[in-house]
């Protein structure tokens, strides 16, 4: 294939561009992510809005570059994961999905690890951002959802969907929920002895098989691309790091979006306190998600009066005013912790605040605050391993 459309839904934007088989990016667009309606423990996007964006972003491309988009052979998607999108029987989404940021289900865990069998390999690692524990607060909050429930998909999956009419995913994105559909020693799966439906996993493809091809009728400007094929892909940290050449054993990668992702490469599956082991097809990733990055970045921004400021001028500015002598530490936990904590009680603060502390002090504490925490799932991880990692 000469010519590729390739997609990225972040948490702050997607991307899209028209690539060529040699990596050669022709034109690419961006607009905004939906934004998340966030109410205490709740944060929920409707899934619609990324199809929406999809459509805008698709447009941007067909206007800067017509001839390049009607030729484009094909679509990959990669993005955001931890979010479940809850797709009924007839197509249509039956509730907004929940995101990475969503910690509802905290009040409901205790009774449901009571319900588990402790030696399902999966059971230690139920918490609150886990699907299995999400699902469960749907069945306690809204049975009716659940009820009309047919398949949980990633975002890119529903995209997907939309394009080709056929919901599926792949086994890197859906890991947690496959692994929790997964029959342990007494023959259950962590979904039937919590009481939910076996059938809710949406069939696996490998990230470069192909899911469908597009369907006629959508709008302008994808009815040009009738008939492409669409490719499965995978979350936005596989699909990075495969693209650094760093899903290697021995290499590490450190992916600064809207959230941090930090992990070790391994030859074999591997189990560390606080971090995720996945099958990554080919080696096994040590680490995982933050609840933190570059959000947090946006956050101070508003605190010192920047909100509209482009981000890496913003910092770069507070970065170069002056320093006091006295260094100042932040804890990064403004909404819980993923890894390695998982804990949604977390919370942040800057420790050791002084009358000469400033704009720049605050940027540095919250920089360094983020590094050390990536520095705490490196050293774990390479504890477990056993090795240092040869490259970040």
């Known amino acids: 294939m000469s010519r590729v459309l390739v997609c990225d839904i972040g948490g702050t934007n997607l991307r899209a561009a028209l690539m060529r088989d040699d990596g050669r990016v022709e034109v690419d667009r961006m607009v905004a992510a939906p934004k ?19 459509l805008a972003m698709a447009g941007a491309l067909a206007a800067a570059a017509p001839e390049a988009f009607a030729a484009a052979e094909a679509v990959a998607i990669c993005g955001v994961t931890r979010t479940q999108i809850f797709l009924g029987r007839d197509g249509e989404v039956v509730r907004p999905a929940l ?33 299995l524990a999400r699902l469960d607060w749907l069945s306690r909050h809204e049975p009716e959802v659940l009820a009309a429930l047919d398949v949980v998909l ?49 069939p696996l493809l490998e990230p470069a098989d192909r899911v469908g091809a597009i369907q006629p009728g959508l709008p302008a400007p994808l009815d040009r691309l009738a008939g492409r094929p669409v490719f499965a892909g995978c ?88 320093r006091d002598s006295q260094p100042l530490l932040f804890l990064p936990y403004l909404q819980g912790e993923r890894v390695p904590y998982w804990d949604t009680a977390l919370r942040g603060a800057f420790v050791g605040l002084n009358r000469r502390h400033g704009a720049a002090d605050l940027a540095w504490a919250v920089l360094e605050g983020v590094a050390f925490l990536n520095r705490i799932v490196l050293e774990r991880a390479e504890t477990a391993a056993g090795l240092k990692a040869a490259e970040i």
């Open 36 to 54: 998340p309606r966030s109410r205490l423990r709740e944060d929920e996007i409707d899934p619609k809005a990324w199809w929406s964006a999809f």
């Open 235 to 322: 979350n936005d940290t596989w699909t990075a790091v495969t693209g650094l050449g760093a899903q290697r054993p021995g290499f590490a990668y450190n992916i600064s979006g809207t959230t941090e992702v930090f992990g070790l490469m391994a030859a074999e599956p591997i189990a560390a306190e606080g971090l995720l082991t996945v099958d990554w097809r080919g080696a096994h990733q040590l680490g995982g998600p933050g609840q933190n990055g570059a959000d947090t970045l946006a956050w101070l921004l508003g605190l010192v009066g920047h909100a509209d400021a482009p981000t890496g001028a913003a910092i770069d500015a507070l970065l170069a005013g002056p």
């Open 99 to 131: 995101t990475w940021r969503d910690t509802r289900a905290e009040e409901g865990l205790a009774a449901l690890r009571g319900r588990l069998p402790v030696d399902h390999p999966e059971a230690a690692g139920v918490n609150a951002f886990h699907p």
């Open 154 to 202: 990633d975002p890119k999956d529903y995209l997907n969907f939309r394009l080709t009419g056929v919901a599926a995913s792949d086994p890197v994105s859906m890991a947690r929920l496959v692994a929790a559909a997964a029959p342990g020693p007494d023959g259950r799966s962590l979904l039937e002895a919590a009481g939910l439906p076996a059938t809710l996993p949406p």
